[in-house]
């Protein structure tokens, strides 16, 4: 048998590479909707305290910083350079949604709220809407407590209070079942 000149295998290895080159083409268009139809799961990232536009009137001019933060909450960003502005930051990223950001900021004048600017906020019901049409159920369930529940809650919590147990002496050998108060009556 005569031997194979050295050129064949280099030829060979010439076509085999063109034909797995040329298959790259093809399997580049099915890799790529593969990849279009299998996404990643990606996880909602909130950050910030959300505000809304029920929060947002309820601030009054001359108000305490203790009052502006039992209203608005804490601040996500006070800073030691700006000591009479606190702003309030909320971004909301989820998957299929535009990212959502909202800020607003509150100057201080001598610890006396002076005014507040930033975007316009929603309701608690349309952000919580807004939010459940994309989850799915598309529910929104009510914020605010009918009168017949305020009356069932202030009922219920309107109980008189019981009187204190009278604290007996224990037993030899065993623990008590009861401990006197810890503050003396008042008198």
């Not at 959502?100 to 610890?111: G, I, K, T, Y």
């Not at 809650?153 to 309107?158: P, Q």
Request: positive net charge; contains cysteine; charged residues 20%.
């Amino acid at each position: 048998m005569p031997a194979l000149p050295m050129r064949n295998p280099c030829r060979a290895a010439a076509v085999l590479a063109a034909v797995l080159l040329a298959g790259c083409g093809s399997l580049d268009s099915v890799s790529n909707s593969i990849v279009d139809t299998v996404r990643p799961y990606r996880v909602e990232v909130v950050q910030g305290n959300f505000v809304s536009k029920e929060q947002v009137e309820a601030l009054q001019k001359g108000m305490t910083r203790q009052q502006v933060r039992e209203v608005l909450g804490t601040p996500l960003v006070s800073s030691i350079f700006h000591g009479d502005r606190w702003d309030y930051v909320f971004t909301l990223k989820r998957q299929g949604v535009p990212p959502q950001q909202r800020h607003l900021a509150v100057f201080f004048e001598s610890d006396k709220l002076a005014r507040w600017d930033g975007d316009a906020m929603p309701s608690e019901a349309e952000f919580v809407s807004a939010l459940e049409k994309h989850k799915g159920s598309g529910k929104v369930p009510p914020l605010v407590a009918t009168e017949e529940q305020l009356r069932a809650a202030s009922t219920k919590n309107s109980a008189p209070p019981q009187p204190a147990p009278a604290v007996s002496a224990p037993v030899a050998g065993t623990p008590p079942t009861s401990y006197p108060p810890l503050e003396a009556p008042a008198r």
